[in-house]
């Protein structure tokens, strides 16, 4: 679930706020486990246990295993963005792996994305050709969204992880398993999905945006970027249109409050979901949540309502 972030000092907050979000203070698993639970990916059929094991594979060091699972995921659910976006983001981690036929396919599945554009996007600046760069640019300009299917990934890869965990009355069973399952999904996925922004915050860094073709690109992203499905990405889009936009002008104040009301929902929404008792419980009602609610932000808005607490800063 998410949770919305403070203003001046957007992306660390905004970090936080998607590591609180599903977050439950919680232990994790512990490394070997992890190991463990990826090595038994190569015979699993469900695709989210995969997904989740690529993605401890992954914060494990051991790319290659994760790009297995993964791509085992993906030809058990072909059609399924989601998991076409992360076959990318690991591809993008594994050394010798060739991401262009899975971007294709991503593009195919999810065509408006500007997401889609994200991996070329590194490999051109990685590359210098800033020619290449802008017409990426332009690409991502014309796109509706950026979504990274945040909610849907959190609760089906932590259902997949804790259907794995000792069953509740026996001697091991963790009595917050589904806690630490959604503490664990949203560590590992945090770290794969996190950088994959920075050459777009690079692109349209201060410097970049003194020629009027990139601002122009660099406005139509932000603002798709702020019809994200994703606090930290809506946030991320904030403070691009915040960098082109007039001091003191109207529209910067506008994204100010935008910015303070983020900023201010994720953390009190995580504050919400730190407070509970009965953590399992409140990680399952998270849980039903997410199923309903596809954007983090509006699961926030709904803890905060469940909660009684005001949906604005300062009320």
């Not at 950026?146 to 259902?159: E, G, N, P």
């Not at 963790?174 to 503490?183: G, I, K, N, S, V």
């Not at 349209?204 to 499905?229: G, H, K, N, V, Y």
Request: charged share 20%; with cysteine; aromatic share 4%.
């Amino acid at each position: 679930m998410v949770i919305e972030t403070k203003a001046r000092s957007l992306r660390p907050a905004l970090l936080a706020a998607v590591l609180v979000l599903t977050a439950c203070a919680g232990q994790g698993p512990q490394r070997q486990a992890g190991a463990s639970a990826a090595s038994a990916a190569a015979t699993s059929g469900n695709p989210d246990e995969l997904a989740g094991n690529a993605l401890q594979a992954l914060a494990d060091g051991d790319p290659q295993r994760a790009l297995a699972a993964i791509a085992r995921a993906n030809l058990i659910a072909p059609k399924r963005p989601d998991l076409a976006w992360l076959h990318a983001r690991v591809c993008m981690l594994t050394p010798a792996c060739e991401p262009e036929p899975v971007e294709t396919r991503f593009r195919q599945l999810a065509a408006d994305n500007g997401a889609v554009w994200l991996g070329p996007l590194a490999r051109a600046q990685s590359r210098h050709d800033r020619r290449v760069e802008d017409q990426i640019l332009e690409e991502m300009s014309r796109s509706q969204r950026f979504d990274l299917y945040w909610t849907s990934l959190v609760w089906r890869l932590s259902t997949a992880r804790n259907a794995r965990a000792p069953q509740a009355g026996t001697p091991s069973a963790d009595p917050q398993a589904l806690t630490h399952a959604l503490d664990k999904t949203t560590e590992t996925l945090s770290s794969a999905v996190v950088p994959a922004f920075k050459p777009l915050n690079t692109a349209c860094a201060l410097d970049r945006i003194q020629d009027e073709a990139t601002r122009t690109r660099c406005e139509r992203i932000a603002q798709a970027m702020q019809r994200s499905d994703t606090t930290l990405v809506e946030g991320i889009g904030i403070s691009i249109a915040q960098r082109l936009a007039t001091p003191a002008s109207p529209g910067a104040v506008v994204l100010e409050e935008r910015a303070s009301t983020l900023s201010y929902r994720s953390q009190a929404a995580g504050a919400v979901v730190r407070s509970q008792v009965e953590r399992d419980k409140f990680s399952a009602q998270m849980i039903e949540l997410m199923k309903k609610l596809p954007r983090e932000q509006d699961v926030s808005v709904a803890i905060l309502r469940w909660a009684g607490q005001p949906l604005l800063p300062d009320q």
